[in-house]
C-alpha cells in the first residue's frame, strides 16, 4: 500500500517535549465501535471504557539508558554511542594483544571526527584525576546492517548493564528536541518494566500508574505481560513509496506460557483481548492462530501490519498518536480503518491533542468489530 496512504499535516507544536504531569492525566479519545463521534476524556477513565472481564496485555520491556556520551582514550574527543541491538557476549582480542570479555552490541557512533576502528570509548566526562574507567566502548567494525559493532567492558566490580544504567542516557526520540533530565528516568519507563532490552519505550504503557492497573483489577480485567524490545527501527522512516518495499526491523519478543493460556481463557469466555499499543499488537500477532488464541514461543519478529492484515489475537487497541506515513501508524489504520483513523487524527490535530511518545492516546475496536 502506498505510504502517503498515512499522510497528515501536523503542526510542530503539536509534539509534545515532556509528559503529563500525571501519567494517567493525557487526554483520551475513543473511537466507538458502531463508528459513532469520538468520545473526549482523560486516560484516567480508560477501566470504565473497557468491558468488565477484559484481558489487559501489556508490554514488560525496559527501556536501557542506551545512548553513552564519552570520550576517544587517545585524543579526549568527544563521542557519542547510541545502542541499538544486543548480540550477548565473547571475546575480543585487543590493539596490545591481549583479549577480554564484552558484550557485544550494534550501534550508531558520531563524533566530530569519523571513527577509527580500534579506538576505545571511556562513557563519561574525562577527569583532572581519572581512575579505572567504570565503562569502556571498543569500537570493532562494521556490520552487515551497516551499524557498528561495539564492544562494552566494564570495570573489575561493575557489570556492564549496572555500568550503562549508571552513566547513559534516556534515548529519547530525536522528535523531543531537549536533553533528557532526570525525570525522564522514571517517565519514559513504564510501571511494569521489567526485563532490560528496550532502547525506545514501548509509549502507549507510559500512561499506565498502578492506581490505574488497581481500577482495572476492580473492573474485573485481568492484566498480562507479554516482552517486546522495541528498537530503533521503531523511529525509521519509510522512505519508498510502497510499504510492502519498506525493510522492516527486526524486534526481539517473547510471549510467555501463562499469557497465551490467560488468552486461550478470554476467547473461551467471550471477553475481548486489549492491547496496551502497537508493540504488544505486534507481538501477539506474530504468534496468532486462526481461532484467535496465541501460541507461546519467543524469537524475532519482522511483521509489517498495513490495510488488508486480518487481526486473530487483539479486539480492542489503546495507543498513542503516530507520526505520519510510519508503519505504526498504517498498523493503526488496519485496525481500526484508514478513514475512521485518519478522521480521527485531524480531529485531533483540530482539538490540540499533543502528539507522539509523551502525547495523548486513543481507544479503538478492531474495525467491522461491531457495537
Known sequence: MRVDSFSYELPPERIAQHPAADREGARLMVLPADGGAPIETTVSDLAGHLPEGALVVVNDTRVLPARLLGYKQDTGGRVEIFLVRSLGSRAIELEDGTKRDVEIWRALGKSSKPLRFGTDVVVGEPSPAPGPAQLIVHLIGRGDDGLLEVG????????????????????????????????????????????????????????????????????????????????????????????????????????????????????????????????????????????????????????????????????????????????????????????????????????????????????????????
Open 152 to 371: 562494552l567492558a566494564a570495570a573489575p566490580g561493575y557489570g556492564v548493564r549496572d555500568a550503562i544504567r549508571a552513566l547513559g542516557h534516556v534515548p529519547l526520540p530525536p522528535y523531543i528536541k531537549r536533553d533528557d533530565v532526570a525525570a525522564d528516568t522514571e517517565r519514559y519507563q513504564t510501571v511494569f518494566a521489567r526485563v532490560d532490552g528496550a532502547v525506545a519505550a514501548p509509549t502507549a504503557g507510559l500512561h499506565l500508574s498502578h492506581a490505574l492497573l488497581g481500577r482495572l483489577a476492580v473492573r474485573g480485567c485481568e492484566v498480562v505481560s507479554v516482552t517486546l524490545h522495541v528498537g530503533l527501527g521503531t523511529f525509521q522512516p519509510v522512505t519508498v513509496e510502497d510499504l510492502d518495499q519498506h525493510p522492516m526491523h527486526a524486534e526481539e519478543f517473547d510471549v510467555p506460557k501463562s499469557t497465551a493460556a490467560a488468552i486461550a481463557a478470554a476467547r473461551s469466555r467471550g471477553a475481548p483481548v486489549v492491547a496496551i499499543g502497537t508493540t504488544v499488537a505486534r507481538a501477539l500477532e506474530s504468534v496468532a492462530n486462526d481461532d484467535g488464541t496465541v501460541r507461546a514461543g519467543a524469537g524475532e519478529t519482522r511483521l509489517l501490519i498495513q490495510p488488508g492484515y486480518r487481526f486473530r489475537a487483539i479486539d480492542l487497541l489503546f495507543t498513542n498518536f503516530h507520526l505520519p506515513r510510519s508503519t505504526l501508524l498504517a498498523l493503526v489504520c488496519a485496525f481500526g480503518g484508514t478513514k475512521r483513523v485518519l478522521d480521527a487524527y485531524a480531529h485531533a490535530v483540530r482539538e490540540e491533542y499533543r502528539f507522539f511518545s509523551y502525547g495523548d492516546a486513543m481507544l479503538l475496536a478492531r474495525e467491522g468489530a461491531g457495537a
